[in-house]
């Protein structure tokens, strides 16, 4: 996740700061869930400074647009098995 942030992610973001903290989010999304990515990103929010943008983005596509995918992918699975 680490490399994929930084070589990928970073650049087409923008390589600014709130670019970093959505890195940071991106990660936690890595680790599993939507918590993860804001635990990440108020890490790193502490240490540095706030950022307003990640935590506007990150919880409505975790949340919202992940949990709808999934639950649609689901579906399709369990109506073809």
Do not use: E, H
């Amino acid at each position: 996740m680490g490399v994929f942030a930084y070589w990928v992610a970073f650049p087409l973001l923008g390589r600014d700061y709130d670019a970093a903290v959505l890195c940071a989010g991106m990660c936690g999304f890595g680790l599993g869930a939507t918590p993860n990515a804001m635990a990440n990103m108020s890490a790193v929010c502490y240490k540095y400074r706030y950022s307003v943008k990640p935590f506007l983005i990150v919880p409505i596509i975790g949340a919202m647009f992940a949990d709808l995918i999934n639950t649609g992918i689901i579906t399709l699975f369990l109506n073809v098995i």
